[in-house]
């Protein structure tokens, strides 16, 4: 039996794991509004080491359109500018020789369209995700099965990690539900 508890708890922390990787994959996805967490991805040469922007300067947005970057170093400013232009941000960094300016444009209805459809993917992808999840503990309990547990406590353990699919699903459609919203408010 503790084995069965033992896979249920992985259940659990698999899937609490997949639907924190879709909100940290969601949260690239910008909707209108300028967020540090936009930048993220994008890395600088710092001295020879690739480093995460973010180690290398401060990132903050001082209104809802601007995302403001203060290189720690003066000299870090057109290191930081070449990594953006080279970036998929699809965003002209301003340079005044000691902060880089990202000005984001208003979106397109077409865009946020886009936006959704991207957020859509990212949030199925997750619910896959789930579901290999139920699909790798399931497997685990049939092996129990053969190895003399008995066939009820597997079945009561099945049903419990369907609950957990079940409610991480919905969770899932949840975090959609309200990036949708933020994406289409204009």
Known sequence: MEEIELYLGEAQEMMDKAIKHTQAELQKIRAGKAMPSMVDGIYVDYYGVSTPLSQ????????ARTILIRPF???????????????????????DGENIRLNLPPLTEERRRDLVKMSKVETEQ????????????????RKLLKEGVSEDAVRDAEEKVQKFTDQHVAKLDTILESKEKEIMTV
């Open 56 to 63: 290398a300067a401060t990132v903050s947005t001082p209104d």
């Open 73 to 95: 170093e003066k000299k870090m400013v057109s290191e930081i500018e070449k990594a953006i232009k080279n970036s998929d941000l699809g965003l002209n960094p301003q340079n």
């Open 126 to 141: 997750g619910k896959v995700a789930v579901r290999n999840a139920r699909k790798e503990i399931n497997e685990a309990l």
